[in-house]
């Protein structure tokens, strides 16, 4: 296995920017959007692409958020309210300074869980954002 997609050492986790873990989770949180609507047997290019910004957009993480916090745990919500809180410098169009901050804390979140190996957390999570959800079903 690649070093790259293994969990580095937790002196080297701890190391990482919060923004640095919302850059790897924007990635973790879209890989995942993309599979499950390949997954739900979507093929077609355009329908690929939508339901991919409909799950990934700042305003859907944003909603997905509060369907989340009350299933974090003591350290994950310290995480994702490390990465709500962080200085970002732009915003854009397309969603509210609040939306995008919820997003940037809920990519924190998924960059932490994924670059410390816990995938069968990021699974139940992601769970959790797509129960109730309309796309592609």
Not at 12 to 35: C, K, N, P, Q, Y
Not at 43 to 55: E, F, I, N, T, Y
Not at 105 to 128: H, K, M, N, P, W
């Amino acid at each position: 296995m690649s070093a790259y997609l293994r969990p580095p050492p937790s002196d080297r986790l701890s190391g990482i920017s919060v923004l640095g873990l919302a850059h790897v989770g924007d990635a973790v949180f879209e890989l995942m959007a993309r599979t499950w609507l390949c997954m739900q047997g979507v093929s077609k290019p355009k329908r690929l692409h939508g339901g991919a910004v409909a799950l990934v957009s700042a305003k859907a993480q944003a909603a997905a958020a509060e369907r989340l916090l009350p299933q974090l745990s003591s350290e994950e919500l310290a995480i994702f309210k490390r990465g709500r809180n962080a200085n970002v410098n732009s915003v854009p169009r397309s969603s509210t300074h609040s939306q995008y901050h919820t997003s940037t804390g809920i990519e924190a979140l998924f960059g932490y869980l994924y670059l410390s190996g816990q995938t069968e957390r990021l699974d139940t999570l992601f769970e959790v954002i797509l129960k109730d959800n309309t796309i592609c079903r």
